[in-house]
Structures are given as structure tokens and as C-alpha cells.
């Protein structure tokens, strides 16, 4: 199937063959080597289409971003073609994983074109409608990668200006975050930086010295503080602000099975600082503070009149980055809490018998340690996502599928391991091992651990 970009076509569809389209006799063909094949995407001032490059051998697939504005003369269809070339400067300049590859740019039948990577996945914004809210270890996730990005793009002058869900994309296949739509992103030199220009962004993202037209890396901080509030609570950013006392109050909106650890709100609550001298001065600091291991996270006497079982040695490994030794410790705490002698296997069948008080603290510890990155809660909203599917689920965590192993050969043990790696299972007995994370799901979800 062809399409054509005419915007005025009646009858866009056209054979896969077909080199003027049937309806209106435009040429098909975008400098003669790309393919319009589906509309996938329309906004304010153009449209963006799936298409194949016709070029090579591969053909492979691309999208294409058209700018078409109806009004020609006004000022706003001259401020549109200057973002649209701006972003293809961006793009050009940024060459980075999480940012889509510029592969053309030009001009056909007075329209402008720009050619792009396709980043064949989901928005942030179409995950939460489909998924619902985001968890802490997702939020952890989409701190450290975007940061990683936001990073890289400030070392080169440039702001984004409109970070926002819906400019967060996932790729399908590798599961990695992607920063798209650098349609209004502006360089940051030092006269620009304190020079008041137009208003650019999206209302409820925007930080307010962006609203004055002034546009900092800082700010950029601060609309990646608002998706994560709203991608916690899905809850409009403006109604997770007290006008009334000048402060946010996004906790407020947690869903009552939301939990957030308090770390994360110090971080969170300092990326939202109306004042930018308050916030991180530069993703830099913000990603070093995320790497910082935590003095203490939990307070681990609290669980001691609960259960008897002293969780000290395994909080100081993790506290060390010890994640093998850790993950040793782990085994021989569930044994302790199941009576069953150290080193027992514990068959999928048992899980149900650990006390919820046993769980939790386990669990918070490594989630906590690891940043989010670990833990049985981590592992089973993993095994959630996937609608428990036991072959995707290790896929995602990094576990052998087949010629189950109780090797430690088969595990990374540093943080540079998938997501829901660790705790391993290296403890799982019996001849099912793939009922292990159902009935781990279960058993939090009883107990109230999310």
C-alpha cells in the first residue's frame, strides 16, 4: 500500500506499485526513493508518516514528519517552518541511542520533510492508558535513562523544552527509552540563556521560568519531575499543584496501592523546585545522586517486633553493592523463616508460607539498595506486565528458559544486570520452576506488596 502525503487528497490509499497517486496524480515517491505507506501521527502543525526507503536493498522501514499548515502567510506558519528546520539541525547534531537518527531532510511540492528512525514502540502516555500508573521501580527506570539523555543533550547546548509522556517513547524489542520530538528544542548559549523569548512547551510540563521565556537545562529537570508525578498518580500536573500555598501536593493523589519510598519523593520533589537554584544544577548531579548508595533506607528495628530474624548482614551487603553475597544471605534468610536447614530448597508451594512481615522486608531492602532495579516486587510487576507468560518473563529478567540451571554462572550480579535480575532464583526447588513467580504474585499480592 502506498499513501499519499497530498493533504488535500480524497483517496490517499494507492498500490504498493504505484508511482502517482490515483485520486490526485501527486507523485508518491519522497525524493524518489521513499515510500509513504500509513498515516501514524497528526499534530498542530503536520503529520507523520510510516514509509520504507526504497533505496536499499532492506528496504527498511522510517518515518517520515511533513509539515503542512493551511495558513501560509501568517506568522505562525513562519515560526512552524523554523522549528521544523530547527528540529532536523537538532537531530543532525545529537547523535545518541535514546534520540531518533536523522536520515533526511528537504523540501518536495512546497512542503518540508523531515526522515527519521523509526522507533517502533509505545509512548509513556499510551503505556499508562493501557497499563495504568507507574510504579517506583518503573519511575527509577525512566529517571536514570532519561537523565542519561538529558545529560548527553545539555553537553551539546541544547534544551529540549518539552519533555512530557508523550515525547518518551519504549521500543517493542529492547524494551530502552527514546526521547523524541526536538521540534522546539533551543540551544543554550550564555546569551540566549538569559534572554526572555517565546513561550514554548506544554502548559502542564512546563517550568515556570519557561513560562517567562527562558529556557534552562534546568528546566528540562523540571518537566521530567511532572511526568513522573503524573505517570505515578494519572492525575492532570495541574491539579497536583496547591496554587492556594504555592506547593505540590502530587502525594496526595497516590492510588491507596501506590506506595512510594521516600527517597524517591526527596528526588522527585526536588526536580519540582519552583526555584531553579533549589533544583539539581544539571542532570549530571541528579543521575550522581541516583548512583549514591543510601546511609539507611529502612530502618530495619522496625521489623524486629514482628520477626525474629535479624536482617542486618543482609542490609549491609547490599549497602556495600555486595549483590552475589546478598544474594546468598537472601537464600539463607528465607530457610531461616521457612525452619527449613540452610541451603534447603524451597519449592514453589512454600512461598505462600513466609510471613508477610519476612517478604516485605527482603523485598524493601533490595528494592531500595538496587535503586529499584531488584527485588520480588520488581520481578513480579515484570511477570504482571507480560500476563504471565514464563518464557517472556525470564527473557525480560535475564534468566535462562530452558536447561534450568542452579548455577551462579548464569547471573550477573551488579547493578548493570536487567531489570528484576536479583533476587535470583537459585533457591527454587522442584520440577516446575516456572510456577515460582505466580505464586509469588500471590503471595504479595495477599500481603499487600506492590
Not at 535462562?400 to 544486570?417: C, D, G, I, T
Request: proline share 4%; net charge neutral.
Amino acid at each position: 500500500m502506498s499513501y499519499c502525503t497530498n493533504i488535500d487528497c480524497l483517496r490517499p490509499q494507492n498500490s504498493d506499485i504505484s508511482r502517482f497517486c490515483n485520486s490526485c496524480g501527486q507523485e508518491l515517491l519522497l525524493k524518489q526513493r521513499y515510500r509513504p505507506l500509513a498515516l501514524i501521527g497528526r499534530g498542530g502543525f503536520g503529520r507523520t508518516f510510516l514509509a520504507i526507503d526504497e533505496h536499499l536493498p532492506s528496504q527498511p522501514k522510517c518515518a517520515i514528519k511533513q509539515l503542512c499548515f493551511q495558513e501560509e502567510n501568517t506568522d505562525v506558519w513562519h515560526k512552524a517552518v523554523k522549528l521544523f528546520h530547527q528540529e532536523a539541525l537538532r537531530l543532525n547534531e545529537l547523535e545518541h541511542s535514546q534520540i531518533p537518527k536523522l536520515l533526511a531532510h528537504f523540501e518536495q511540492n512546497q512542503k518540508f520533510y523531515i526522515v527519521e528512525e523509526l522507533v517502533d514502540g509505545q509512548t509513556l502516555a499510551q503505556e499508562l492508558k493501557q497499563q495504568g500508573v507507574f510504579k517506583e521501580p518503573q519511575i527509577w527506570e525512566i529517571l536514570k535513562s532519561l537523565l542519561i539523555t538529558l545529560q548527553f543533550i545539555h553537553s551539546r547546548q541544547v534544551i529540549h523544552r518539552d519533555i512530557k509522556p508523550e515525547n518518551i517513547m519504549r521500543r517493542s524489542i529492547r524494551g530502552d527509552l527514546v526521547l523524541i520530538d526536538f521540534g522546539v528544542a533551543k540551544l543554550a548559549t550564555n546569551t540566549r540563556q538569559l534572554r526572555t523569548g517565546t513561550i514554548i512547551g506544554s502548559p502542564e510540563y512546563i517550568a515556570p521560568e519557561q513560562l517567562r521565556g527562558k529556557a534552562l537545562p534546568a528546566s528540562d529537570l523540571y518537566s521530567l519531575g511532572v511526568t513522573c508525578v503524573y505517570l505515578l498518580t494519572d492525575v492532570s500536573p495541574f491539579d497536583l499543584f496547591d496554587i492556594a500555598n504555592d506547593r505540590w501536593v502530587w502525594q496526595e493523589y497516590l492510588p491507596a496501592d501506590n506506595t512510594v519510598s521516600i527517597r524517591l519523593c526527596e528526588i522527585l520533589d526536588k526536580l519540582l523546585k519552583n526555584a531553579v537554584s533549589q533544583r539539581f544544577k544539571s542532570a549530571t548531579e541528579a543521575l550522581q545522586i541516583l548512583e549514591q548508595q543510601p546511609n539507611k533506607l529502612l530502618n530495619i528495628s522496625n521489623y524486629h517486633t514482628l520477626t525474629s530474624i535479624d536482617y542486618t548482614h543482609l542490609e549491609n551487603l547490599l549497602a556495600k553493592g555486595k549483590w552475589q553475597l546478598a544474594d546468598r544471605e537472601t537464600w539463607e534468610l528465607m530457610c531461616q523463616a521457612l525452619a527449613k536447614p540452610r541451603g534447603s530448597y524451597i519449592l514453589s508451594s512454600n512461598i505462600d508460607k513466609f510471613t508477610c512481615e519476612d517478604l516485605q522486608t527482603i523485598d524493601n531492602l533490595w528494592v531500595n539498595y538496587s535503586h529499584g532495579r531488584f527485588g520480588f516486587s520488581v520481578q513480579t510487576l515484570i511477570y504482571k506486565n507480560v500476563d504471565g507468560d514464563y518464557g517472556i518473563f525470564c527473557n525480560q529478567v535475564g534468566w535462562h528458559v530452558y536447561n534450568y540451571s542452579y548455577a551462579n554462572s548464569e547471573f550477573n550480579f551488579s547493578l548493570k544486570a536487567p531489570i528484576g535480575h536479583l533476587p535470583s532464583r537459585i533457591w527454587i526447588g522442584g520440577s516446575q520452576p516456572w510456577r515460582y513467580p505466580n505464586a509469588l504474585a500471590i503471595k504479595l499480592a495477599a500481603c499487600g506488596i506492590s
